[in-house]
């Protein structure tokens, strides 16, 4: 084997030469994808149920409303009340674990920072789909409610960085399909 001296020891070998990839690698390579929700979500095992995610809006009316006594209550099986209780921030509440910050609250009131989010912010109405409620901005994407990433900085780390990272190390590195198919069910950017 030769002895690698001067400027080819600094040099790292490529990840096609069958290195791991690190994650700064694969969030750059990432980058070129654009997530979209394909029109029919894919669904691995179990009954399909037409659950409806609430808008953050909308599930403050349903508490108004349910306060109210001649309201019933439309939902009776506990399992779809399950099912929907821990679906939005699953995925979110995983990286808060892991990385030792909460991504809402890192992302939370930043979005002017980012030159995308930032036009959203000052034109609410021209953009129907776009929700903002305490500080973070929402994407309405079908019958789903996606929270938007914007392109900041916490830590000296990119927020969609270690969105991309945690999510991969959490599929076990099952590769970038997996993990793009799961970042599109709770997170969007552009």
Known sequence: MPLLTGLEVRAIAPAATGRAETSREFSKRIKRVKLIVPSEPNQEGGEDRNIAVPTPTQARNANANASQPNQAATRTDPSVADATAGSDSSLLE???DHEAISLEDAIRNKYSEDAFFKDILHRPKEYKNFLIDKGLIYLQLQDILVL???????????VREIAISNTHVLLAHLGPQKTLDLLRDHVWWR
Request: proline share 7%.
């Open 94 to 96: 995983y990286i808060g």
């Open 148 to 158: 938007c990433v914007p392109d900041v900085i916490v830590n000296e780390r990119s």
